[in-house]
């Protein structure tokens, strides 16, 4: 199937309020401007250097999101690029963003991750620093917080990833809830080629599709 086809069978399938991130690392820029003919203009990437040379190759209306782990002395790389970062998953790092921006005067739309799956290799906050970070969130004049994102167990089995999905949304909803004064808190970004669907049904609004769109990685 060629990316044209499988970005309209995927688009075909969510609904209005989801926006559709192509996951486009590891894949040459060629297949990156096929997507873009095709009508897609928002590009996701996680590693900085791919990311930060690929951006100049692009058209200047692609919407490019951060959605990788990032050491703080990448930002560079990063941040003026990004439309938003979806892998905010320590306090250091979301402190050296509001650093960056106090800088360059800049304010960056963050996503903070929450540590979902069980695997311990993976990154992201606990539910009780999310919320003390949330509480605080004026001490970050440069950091727009928009939402949550997380990462399901790496596994065949629906139902622990709908369980996972169903909590990362139900607390989402309390954090809006239990900070109305976030205005820009909307986003949730969970979902990705493998189980998008039940992402969707769970209430994300932001999936990250790659290799459903560009086939297996490039390396």
């Not at 044209?4 to 209005?16: C, F, G, R």
């Not at 873009?36 to 928002?42: D, H, L």
């Not at 590693?47 to 919407?63: N, T, Y």
């Not at 809006?176 to 189980?195: C, H, Q, V, Y």
Request: glycine share 6%; with cysteine.
């Amino acid at each position: 199937m060629s990316i044209e086809s499988s970005l309209n069978t995927i688009k075909n399938e969510l609904p209005s309020t989801v926006k559709l991130v192509a996951v486009s690392k590891f894949h040459p820029v060629e297949k990156l401007t096929e997507a873009y003919n095709a009508g897609q203009r928002v590009f996701g990437e996680n590693r900085p250097q791919e990311f930060a040379a690929k951006v100049p190759l692009m058209p200047s209306d692609v919407e490019w999101h951060f959605i990788g782990h990032i050491q703080t002395n990448k930002l560079k790389l990063v941040l003026p690029h990004a439309f938003m970062v979806h892998s905010i998953d320590s306090q250091h790092l979301l402190d050296a963003v509001e650093d960056w921006g106090r800088a360059q005067g800049r304010q960056t739309r963050v996503l903070l991750e929450l540590h979902l799956g069980s695997e311990e290799t993976k990154h992201g906050f606990t539910e009780k620093e999310i919320s003390d970070i949330l509480s605080d969130w004026e001490k970050y004049p440069e950091v727009v917080f928009c939402g949550l994102m997380g990462m399901a167990t790496n596994t065949d089995d629906a139902e622990v990833i709908k369980s996972e999905f169903a909590r990362i949304a139900s607390f989402k909803n309390e954090m809006k809830a239990n900070n109305p004064s976030i205005r820009s808190f909307t986003e949730l970004s969970i979902g990705m080629s493998d189980d998008y669907r039940i992402a969707v049904e769970a209430g994300s609004t932001i999936v990250r599709v790659g290799t459903a769109i560009f086939g297996k990685r490039e390396y």
